[in-house]
Protein backbone atom coordinates (compact mmCIF):
# COMPACT_ATOMS: atom_id res chain seq x y z
CA UNK A 1 0.00 0.00 0.00
CA UNK A 2 1.56 3.31 -1.14
CA UNK A 3 1.27 5.57 1.87
CA UNK A 4 3.07 8.60 0.88
CA UNK A 5 0.57 11.26 -1.36
CA UNK A 6 -3.07 11.79 -1.74
CA UNK A 7 -4.72 13.45 -4.57
CA UNK A 8 -7.80 14.81 -4.84
CA UNK A 9 -9.60 16.32 -8.46
CA UNK A 10 -7.42 18.23 -10.13
CA UNK A 11 -5.85 19.81 -7.09
CA UNK A 12 -2.01 19.24 -6.39
CA UNK A 13 -1.01 16.37 -4.71
CA UNK A 14 -0.60 16.63 -0.87
CA UNK A 15 1.59 14.80 1.10
CA UNK A 16 0.05 12.75 3.50
CA UNK A 17 0.55 10.80 7.03
CA UNK A 18 0.97 6.82 7.16
CA UNK A 19 -2.31 7.54 9.35
CA UNK A 20 -4.03 8.97 6.90
CA UNK A 21 -3.36 7.05 4.32
CA UNK A 22 -4.30 4.01 6.30
CA UNK A 23 -7.67 5.62 7.80
CA UNK A 24 -8.46 6.65 4.16
CA UNK A 25 -8.12 3.13 3.24
CA UNK A 26 -9.93 1.80 6.14
CA UNK A 27 -12.78 4.04 5.81
CA UNK A 28 -13.13 3.45 2.46
CA UNK A 29 -13.60 -0.59 3.15
CA UNK A 30 -16.26 -0.30 5.75
CA UNK A 31 -18.32 2.79 3.51
CA UNK A 32 -18.34 0.50 0.27
CA UNK A 33 -19.49 -2.70 2.35
CA UNK A 34 -16.68 -4.85 2.69
CA UNK A 35 -16.90 -4.62 6.54
CA UNK A 36 -20.75 -4.58 7.45
CA UNK A 37 -22.18 -3.10 10.57
CA UNK A 38 -21.48 -5.46 13.47
CA UNK A 39 -18.16 -7.38 11.59
CA UNK A 40 -15.20 -7.42 13.30
CA UNK A 41 -11.72 -5.67 12.17
CA UNK A 42 -9.18 -8.04 11.53
CA UNK A 43 -6.57 -7.41 14.63
CA UNK A 44 -4.04 -4.70 14.99
CA UNK A 45 -1.35 -7.19 13.95
CA UNK A 46 -2.92 -8.54 10.76
CA UNK A 47 -3.81 -5.15 9.75
CA UNK A 48 -0.44 -3.24 10.23
CA UNK A 49 0.65 -6.95 8.69
CA UNK A 50 -1.71 -6.15 5.34
CA UNK A 51 -1.07 -2.71 5.07
CA UNK A 52 2.48 -2.38 6.23
CA UNK A 53 2.83 0.20 9.02
CA UNK A 54 3.12 0.14 12.36
CA UNK A 55 1.02 -0.55 15.57
CA UNK A 56 1.09 3.61 16.53
CA UNK A 57 0.66 4.30 12.89
CA UNK A 58 -3.02 2.15 12.82
CA UNK A 59 -4.10 2.94 16.17
CA UNK A 60 -4.34 6.88 15.79
CA UNK A 61 -6.29 5.74 12.85
CA UNK A 62 -8.58 3.35 14.68
CA UNK A 63 -8.96 6.34 16.86
CA UNK A 64 -9.72 8.58 14.42
CA UNK A 65 -12.74 6.02 12.85
CA UNK A 66 -13.83 5.79 16.35
CA UNK A 67 -14.04 9.73 16.65
CA UNK A 68 -15.80 9.85 13.41
CA UNK A 69 -18.59 7.33 15.00
CA UNK A 70 -17.52 4.86 12.31
CA UNK A 71 -16.38 1.97 14.28
CA UNK A 72 -16.47 1.36 18.26
CA UNK A 73 -14.28 -0.58 20.62
CA UNK A 74 -14.31 -3.21 22.94
CA UNK A 75 -11.91 -3.66 25.45
CA UNK A 76 -10.73 -7.38 25.04
CA UNK A 77 -12.70 -7.86 21.74
CA UNK A 78 -11.89 -5.34 19.58
CA UNK A 79 -12.74 -3.00 17.19
CA UNK A 80 -16.44 -3.60 15.42
CA UNK A 81 -18.25 -1.35 12.69
CA UNK A 82 -20.96 0.55 14.11
CA UNK A 83 -21.88 2.42 10.75
CA UNK A 84 -20.89 2.15 7.31
CA UNK A 85 -22.78 5.76 6.14
CA UNK A 86 -21.20 9.40 6.11
CA UNK A 87 -20.57 10.31 9.86
CA UNK A 88 -21.63 14.15 10.03
CA UNK A 89 -21.26 14.81 13.85
CA UNK A 90 -17.99 13.05 15.72
CA UNK A 91 -17.66 13.24 19.56
CA UNK A 92 -14.67 15.16 20.84
CA UNK A 93 -14.47 13.29 24.43
CA UNK A 94 -17.93 14.30 26.02
CA UNK A 95 -18.74 16.59 23.16
CA UNK A 96 -20.79 16.14 19.71
CA UNK A 97 -18.62 18.18 17.40
CA UNK A 98 -21.57 20.31 16.75
CA UNK A 99 -22.40 21.00 20.08
CA UNK A 100 -18.75 22.22 21.31
CA UNK A 101 -18.81 24.48 18.48
CA UNK A 102 -22.15 26.07 19.14
CA UNK A 103 -21.09 26.97 22.63
CA UNK A 104 -17.41 28.20 21.27
CA UNK A 105 -19.47 30.45 19.06
CA UNK A 106 -21.66 32.07 21.96
CA UNK A 107 -18.47 31.96 24.45
CA UNK A 108 -15.18 32.68 22.57
CA UNK A 109 -16.49 35.34 20.00
CA UNK A 110 -17.90 37.87 22.79
CA UNK A 111 -14.87 36.60 25.06
CA UNK A 112 -12.35 37.27 22.67
CA UNK A 113 -13.53 40.89 22.21
CA UNK A 114 -13.77 41.98 26.18
CA UNK A 115 -10.29 40.57 26.12
CA UNK A 116 -9.40 43.19 23.42
CA UNK A 117 -10.36 45.95 26.00
CA UNK A 118 -9.28 44.22 29.10
CA UNK A 119 -5.85 42.43 28.23
CA UNK A 120 -2.92 43.47 30.87
CA UNK A 121 0.97 43.80 29.27
CA UNK A 122 1.66 40.42 30.87
CA UNK A 123 -1.52 38.51 29.02
CA UNK A 124 0.07 39.91 26.01
CA UNK A 125 3.51 38.80 26.46
CA UNK A 126 2.28 35.81 27.53
CA UNK A 127 0.00 35.18 24.56
CA UNK A 128 2.85 36.60 21.99
CA UNK A 129 5.26 33.84 23.68
CA UNK A 130 2.67 30.91 23.05
CA UNK A 131 2.28 31.74 19.47
CA UNK A 132 6.19 31.75 18.66
CA UNK A 133 6.49 28.74 20.08
CA UNK A 134 3.60 27.42 18.21
CA UNK A 135 4.29 28.78 14.65
CA UNK A 136 8.53 27.03 15.53
CA UNK A 137 6.53 23.71 16.66
CA UNK A 138 6.08 20.50 14.12
CA UNK A 139 5.35 18.13 16.46
CA UNK A 140 1.57 17.71 16.43
CA UNK A 141 1.25 16.40 20.13
CA UNK A 142 3.12 19.27 21.18
CA UNK A 143 1.48 21.72 18.86
CA UNK A 144 -1.89 20.66 19.90
CA UNK A 145 -1.09 21.22 24.13
CA UNK A 146 -0.29 24.35 23.14
CA UNK A 147 -3.38 25.11 21.19
CA UNK A 148 -5.02 25.26 24.48
CA UNK A 149 -3.23 27.08 26.29
CA UNK A 150 -3.78 29.77 23.67
CA UNK A 151 -7.56 29.54 23.92
CA UNK A 152 -7.39 29.39 27.99
CA UNK A 153 -4.94 32.07 27.22
CA UNK A 154 -7.82 34.68 25.23
CA UNK A 155 -10.14 33.54 28.28
CA UNK A 156 -7.66 34.73 30.57
CA UNK A 157 -7.32 38.27 29.15
CA UNK A 158 -10.46 38.85 29.25
CA UNK A 159 -10.53 39.23 33.17
CA UNK A 160 -13.87 37.13 33.70
CA UNK A 161 -13.09 33.66 35.70
CA UNK A 162 -16.38 31.86 34.39
CA UNK A 163 -14.84 32.21 30.94
CA UNK A 164 -12.19 30.65 31.58
CA UNK A 165 -14.02 28.07 33.70
CA UNK A 166 -16.16 27.22 30.47
CA UNK A 167 -12.80 26.72 28.22
CA UNK A 168 -11.23 25.11 31.12
CA UNK A 169 -14.22 22.58 31.33
CA UNK A 170 -14.62 22.12 27.26
CA UNK A 171 -9.97 21.21 27.18
CA UNK A 172 -10.26 17.86 26.42
CA UNK A 173 -12.51 18.02 23.48
CA UNK A 174 -10.62 21.24 22.12
CA UNK A 175 -7.62 19.18 22.37
CA UNK A 176 -8.94 15.85 20.85
CA UNK A 177 -11.03 18.14 18.06
CA UNK A 178 -7.45 19.98 17.40
CA UNK A 179 -5.42 16.91 17.24
CA UNK A 180 -8.26 15.27 14.82
CA UNK A 181 -8.27 18.98 12.69
CA UNK A 182 -4.36 18.99 12.21
CA UNK A 183 -3.79 14.71 11.47
CA UNK A 184 -6.55 14.69 8.57
CA UNK A 185 -7.24 18.33 7.59
CA UNK A 186 -3.46 20.01 7.75
CA UNK A 187 -4.84 22.44 9.63
CA UNK A 188 -1.45 23.60 11.65
CA UNK A 189 -0.41 26.86 9.18
CA UNK A 190 -3.12 28.44 8.80
CA UNK A 191 -4.08 27.56 12.46
CA UNK A 192 -1.15 29.74 13.15
CA UNK A 193 -2.49 32.41 11.23
CA UNK A 194 -5.94 32.58 12.49
CA UNK A 195 -4.52 32.91 16.05
CA UNK A 196 -2.13 35.35 14.90
CA UNK A 197 -5.07 37.79 13.47
CA UNK A 198 -6.04 37.27 16.77
CA UNK A 199 -3.42 38.31 18.60
CA UNK A 200 -2.82 41.33 16.44
CA UNK A 201 -6.39 42.69 17.27
CA UNK A 202 -6.12 42.02 20.83
CA UNK A 203 -2.97 44.13 20.84
CA UNK A 204 -4.36 46.82 18.93
CA UNK A 205 -7.28 46.69 21.10
CA UNK A 206 -10.11 46.89 18.68
CA UNK A 207 -13.06 44.51 20.00
CA UNK A 208 -14.52 44.50 16.91
CA UNK A 209 -11.28 43.00 14.66
CA UNK A 210 -10.82 40.67 17.74
CA UNK A 211 -14.29 39.18 17.20
CA UNK A 212 -14.01 39.09 13.61
CA UNK A 213 -11.07 36.81 14.10
CA UNK A 214 -12.39 34.68 16.31
CA UNK A 215 -15.28 34.44 14.21
CA UNK A 216 -12.99 33.52 11.06
CA UNK A 217 -10.95 31.06 13.32
CA UNK A 218 -13.60 28.77 14.40
CA UNK A 219 -15.47 29.19 10.92
CA UNK A 220 -12.46 27.40 9.17
CA UNK A 221 -12.75 24.85 12.03
CA UNK A 222 -16.03 24.13 11.13
CA UNK A 223 -15.16 24.21 7.53
CA UNK A 224 -12.47 21.59 7.62
CA UNK A 225 -13.98 19.41 10.02
CA UNK A 226 -16.89 18.87 7.32
CA UNK A 227 -14.32 18.59 4.85
CA UNK A 228 -13.17 15.86 6.70
CA UNK A 229 -16.87 14.23 7.54
CA UNK A 230 -17.98 14.98 4.26
CA UNK A 231 -15.53 14.86 1.59
CA UNK A 232 -16.26 14.66 -1.81
CA UNK A 233 -16.11 10.84 -3.17
CA UNK A 234 -13.06 10.01 -5.61
CA UNK A 235 -13.34 6.13 -4.46
CA UNK A 236 -9.88 5.53 -6.18
CA UNK A 237 -8.55 2.62 -4.72
CA UNK A 238 -5.07 2.61 -2.78
CA UNK A 239 -1.97 1.48 -5.08
CA UNK A 240 -1.39 -1.79 -4.79
CA UNK A 241 -4.57 -2.88 -4.91
CA UNK A 242 -4.33 -4.10 -0.83
CA UNK A 243 -7.43 -4.95 0.78
CA UNK A 244 -7.78 -4.62 4.28
Given at each position: ???????????????????????????????????????????????????????????????????????????????????????????FGDYAASDLLEVRRHVEIPMTGYAATRRTPE??????????????????????????????????????????????????????????????????????????????????????????????????????????????????????????
Amino acid sequence: MNLSDSQTGDSVPRRVSAMEAVLGHLRSAIERGDYAVGDKLPSEAELCRRLEVSRPVLREALRALQTMGLTVSRTGKGTFVLSNGPVEDPTFGDYAASDLLEVRRHVEIPMTGYAATRRTPEDLDHLAHLLERMERETDTTAWVAMDTLFHLAVAQAAQNPVFRRVIEEIRDALARQSAFLNELGDRREQSNREHRAIVEALVDGSSHDATEAMAHHLDRVETTLTAIVRPERTDAPPEGGHQA
